[in-house]
């Protein structure tokens, strides 16, 4: 059962610390995205890669937020300095387009974090 | 631009009693419409989605939508609800340039006995 893989699951730190989120997309999956959830504004589109290039990252704060994917097995989103602000549930997904635009996207189980 | 609505924040249904959820998209062409469901302390697992064809889309779990080209919906259905659809469902449509999808401010079903 393939399924898509996030560490850690948890993270608490304090405000000014560096966080490191990662991800491993399903296997030959070619496209990967990064969403945040809060409550006040529901899922936001962070970040998409497609083929490990970034195609799309208009919706991450650019001057602490950086997202990468080393390898076809790896994404990561690094936050630096963390805020307050920044606390939310962090989802990866990947997916695999085969018809038009992208099809299905399989989640992961979310990082909870939490800046005090 | 493209928007997903969902206008019920909340529904609460009974056991046994069969379930809508309400979506209405804005998008100029046929859209590619999509329900996700998330339960606690999960990600977001796909229900059923709409590309073309028969408008009426059985997914998994007993959940049905009918796309409504008219009415601009794309409404969530399901007979007979178990406690276990206790979740947050998220309607959902892929924006023109065919990659970033618009999620729907989420709908949470509370299931009681």
């Known amino acids: 059962d393939a399924r898509v893989t996030q560490t850690p699951r948890h993270k608490v730190t304090e405000m000014g610390q560096e966080v490191t989120m990662r991800c491993q997309p399903i296997?030959?999956?070619?496209?990967v995205f990064w969403y945040r959830q809060t409550m006040m504004q529901g899922l936001e589109l962070l970040a998409y890669?497609?083929?490990?290039?970034?195609?799309?990252d208009s919706g991450m704060p650019k001057d602490r937020f950086s997202a990468e994917m080393p390898d076809a097995t790896l994404a990561t989103l690094k936050i630096q300095p963390s805020e307050p602000r920044d606390s939310a549930v962090y989802f990866c997904?990947?997916?695999?387009?085969?018809?038009?635009?992208?099809?299905?996207?399989?989640f992961g189980p979310g990082t909870r974090l939490l800046v005090l | 631009a493209q928007s997903v609505t969902q206008p019920d924040i909340h529904i609460t249904v009974s056991e046994g009693a069969s379930l809508e959820l309400r979506c209405n998209y804005s998008?100029?062409?046929?859209?590619?419409l999509f329900w996700y469901v998330q339960s606690p302390g999960q990600g977001l697992q796909l229900l059923l989605k709409?590309?073309?064809?028969?408008?009426l889309v059985q997914g998994i779990k007993g959940f049905e939508a009918e796309f409504k080209r008219s009415q601009s919906s794309f409404n969530l259905r399901k007979p007979s609800v178990h406690w276990s659809d206790a979740a947050e469902y998220f309607c959902?449509?892929?924006?023109?340039?065919?990659?970033?999808?618009?999620f729907g401010a989420g709908t949470r079903l509370f299931v009681k006995a």
């Open positions: 997904a990947s997916g695999l387009p085969l018809v038009g635009p992208q099809e299905t996207q399989y």
């Open positions: 296997l030959g999956h070619n496209t």
């Open positions: 890669f497609r083929n490990r290039a970034p195609l799309d």
């Open positions: 998008y100029g062409a046929t859209p590619y």
């Open positions: 709409y590309f073309s064809g028969d408008t």
């Open positions: 959902a449509v892929v924006d023109t340039g065919g990659f970033k999808t618009i």
